[in-house]
């Protein structure tokens, strides 16, 4: 499971927990977040997210 | 003219470091050279005002160096380096005695935050706070629990008033308009958040201005117009921004409000090319992160062989005042309608509505703000 972290705003997409909030599961790996998912913080979309190292 | 020249781009803010990471998706060998004022350290200007929520300094604001952004997207950095004029005949940036050839230029240089001309002696504790060493300094200033004034209730103001009271400190925000963010939000919206920030402890000082600001002991005394006084450590200068727009007018390039450009962000003068704060693209001064993004996006193809004209989306803006969550879309101006709003509390959702009754912009606040990403994808894009 990796983390995905958002350029714009610095939240991170950790895997593991998924983003129950919008729907997404727990362990949802980043290529099977709907491409039209945006950033919740600020609205940025998935492309501007960029791997960061797994914690 | 010179193909060998690089594309060089001026400003390494989010505007110059998203398009050369655009520019690197597209070609992998393009020549770039960055050229900036500051020191070149990569960090996100909207991060500045979430520091104290998130336990962050200015240090660990910064997301990479210099060394590591040069590597990382195999471009040349040139820090500390201003730039004194452009000679767009001659495809050359000016930079002093020096100058750089270039076969593309962007510019990405941002905007300047308005600074007030404001009457006493204690200007050196009012703060701007417009890149991550500014935020250094006015973190370097601010003692723990101190008071700090803010001039100005726009976003920025109440960012930074949510910011510095989850941080600790005491928070007198002055403005002169009736409610906060006036510009942007209808109403209700303003008035949940006003009262979401004044119970975290926020002070409001609306319709009224400082009119001057006196030293007293370590710290200031600001006069407000309205008769009252108030003690404060530091002053935030946070009344707007001004695309930066001098050194393009200077060497013959239009600008309006910003940097004239059309959705190919080409400015008036060939082969040079504008996006971000400083920019006014096909009519629109948008000084937001989408705008930019997609304008980044669009630009990088522009630049390696692919001209494409920018589009946007419908791209709400995210107010970040924890305390009350908010996310706006404002309708195009001058559109026929009215606002229709649903209120629970600071719970506030706001929809304008044409006669039709088409939704054409929105605001949501506290719990409705979850809706914002439904309601933006109902809404037709105002700026495509």
Same mark, same amino acid.
Request: with cysteine.
């Given at each position: 499971?990796?983390?995905?972290?958002?350029?714009?705003?610095?939240?991170?997409?950790?895997?593991?927990?998924?983003?129950?909030?919008?729907?997404?599961?727990?362990?949802?790996?980043?290529?099977?977040?709907?491409?039209?998912?945006?950033?919740?913080?600020?609205?940025?979309?998935?492309?501007?997210?960029?791997?960061?190292?797994?914690? | 003219?010179?193909?060998?020249?690089?594309?060089? +781009?001026? #400003?390494? /803010? =989010?505007? !110059?470091?998203?398009? %050369?990471?655009?520019? &690197?998706?597209?070609?992998?060998? $393009?020549?770039?050279?960055?050229?900036?004022?500051?020191?070149?350290?990569?960090?996100?200007?909207?991060?500045?005002?979430?520091?104290?929520?998130?336990?962050?300094?200015?240090?660990?604001?910064?997301?990479?160096?210099?060394?590591?952004?040069?590597?990382?997207?195999?471009?040349?950095?040139?820090?500390?380096?201003?730039?004194?004029?452009?000679?767009?005949?001659?495809?050359?940036?000016?930079?002093?005695?020096?100058?750089?050839?270039?076969?593309?230029?962007?510019?990405?240089?941002?905007?300047?935050?308005?600074?007030?001309?404001?009457?006493?002696?204690?200007?050196?504790?009012?703060?701007?706070?417009?890149?991550?060493?500014?935020?250094?300094?006015?973190?370097?200033?601010?003692?723990?629990?101190?008071?700090?004034? +803010?001039? #100005?209730? /726009? =976003?920025? !103001?109440?960012?930074? %008033?949510?910011?510095? &009271?989850?941080?600790?400190?005491? $928070?007198?925000?002055?403005?002169?308009?009736?409610?906060?963010?006036?510009?942007?939000?209808?109403?209700?919206?303003?008035?949940?958040?006003?009262?979401?920030?004044?119970?975290?402890?926020?002070?409001?000082?609306?319709?009224?201005?400082?009119?001057?600001?006196?030293?007293?002991?370590?710290?200031?005394?600001?006069?407000?117009?309205?008769?009252?006084?108030?003690?404060?450590?530091?002053?935030?200068?946070?009344?707007?921004?001004?695309?930066?727009?001098?050194?393009?007018?200077?060497?013959?390039?239009?600008?309006?409000?910003?940097?004239?450009?059309?959705?190919?962000?080409?400015?008036?003068?060939?082969?040079?090319?504008?996006?971000?704060?400083?920019?006014?693209?096909?009519?629109?001064?948008?000084?937001?992160?989408?705008?930019?993004?997609?304008?980044?996006?669009?630009?990088?193809?522009?630049?390696?062989?692919?001209?494409?004209?920018?589009?946007?989306?419908?791209?709400?803006?995210?107010?970040?005042?924890?305390?009350?969550?908010?996310?706006?879309?404002?309708?195009?101006?001058?559109?026929?309608?009215?606002?229709?709003?649903?209120?629970?509390?600071?719970?506030?959702?706001?929809?304008?509505?044409?006669?039709?009754?088409?939704?054409?912009?929105?605001?949501?606040?506290?719990?409705?703000?979850?809706?914002?990403?439904?309601?933006?994808?109902?809404?037709?894009?105002?700026?495509?």
């Amino acid at each position: 499971m990796k983390k995905w972290q958002c350029v714009v705003c610095g939240l991170v997409y950790d895997e593991a927990e998924g983003w129950p909030e919008d729907g997404i599961e727990p362990g949802t790996t980043w290529d099977d977040v709907p491409e039209d998912w945006v950033c919740p913080d600020c609205g940025v979309g998935k492309e501007d997210f960029e791997m960061i190292e797994i914690g | 003219m010179n193909e060998q020249a690089p594309i060089v +781009i001026v #400003g390494t /803010g =989010l505007a !110059g470091y998203t398009l %050369a990471r655009e520019i &690197r998706k597209q070609d992998k060998d $393009v020549r770039i050279v960055m050229v900036t004022a500051d020191d070149g350290v990569s960090y996100s200007k909207p991060m500045l005002s979430t520091g104290f929520s998130k336990g962050k300094d200015a240090g660990s604001l910064a997301q990479a160096g210099t060394e590591a952004m040069a590597v990382q997207l195999q471009l040349e950095l040139r820090t500390y380096t201003t730039v004194t004029g452009i000679d767009t005949n001659g495809h050359r940036l000016l930079l002093g005695d020096d100058s750089l050839a270039y076969s593309k230029l962007v510019l990405a240089w941002g905007a300047d935050v308005i600074r007030l001309t404001i009457p006493g002696d204690g200007q050196e504790r009012v703060f701007p706070i417009n890149d991550l060493e500014d935020y250094r300094v006015f973190r370097k200033a601010l003692k723990p629990g101190g008071r700090v004034a +803010i001039m #100005g209730a /726009g =976003l920025i !103001g109440c960012e930074f %008033a949510n910011d510095l &009271r989850n941080g600790g400190y005491e $928070v007198e925000v002055i403005a002169p308009s009736d409610a906060v963010m006036p510009s942007l939000l209808p109403q209700a919206a303003a008035n949940a958040v006003q009262k979401a920030l004044e119970a975290l402890g926020v002070r409001f000082h609306l319709e009224t201005v400082v009119e001057r600001v006196e030293p007293a002991g370590t710290g200031v005394t600001l006069f407000l117009a309205n008769g009252e006084k108030l003690q404060a450590d530091v002053v935030i200068s946070a009344v707007g921004l001004r695309p930066r727009t001098q050194l393009a007018r200077a060497a013959g390039i239009d600008t309006d409000r910003g940097v004239k450009v059309n959705r190919l962000l080409e400015t008036s003068a060939p082969d040079v090319y504008a996006l971000g704060d400083c920019a006014e693209v096909d009519g629109h001064v948008l000084l937001y992160v989408l705008p930019l993004m997609a304008c980044a996006r669009a630009l990088a193809k522009t630049l390696t062989g692919e001209p494409t004209e920018v589009t946007y989306g419908t791209m709400p803006v995210m107010i970040k005042t924890p305390c009350c969550p908010t996310a706006v879309c404002p309708p195009p101006s001058g559109a026929e309608g009215s606002w229709d709003t649903e209120q629970d509390g600071t719970d506030v959702k706001a929809l304008f509505k044409s006669p039709e009754g088409d939704v054409l912009g929105f605001a949501v606040t506290g719990r409705f703000a979850l809706e914002k990403q439904a309601l933006s994808k109902v809404i037709p894009p105002i700026h495509s």
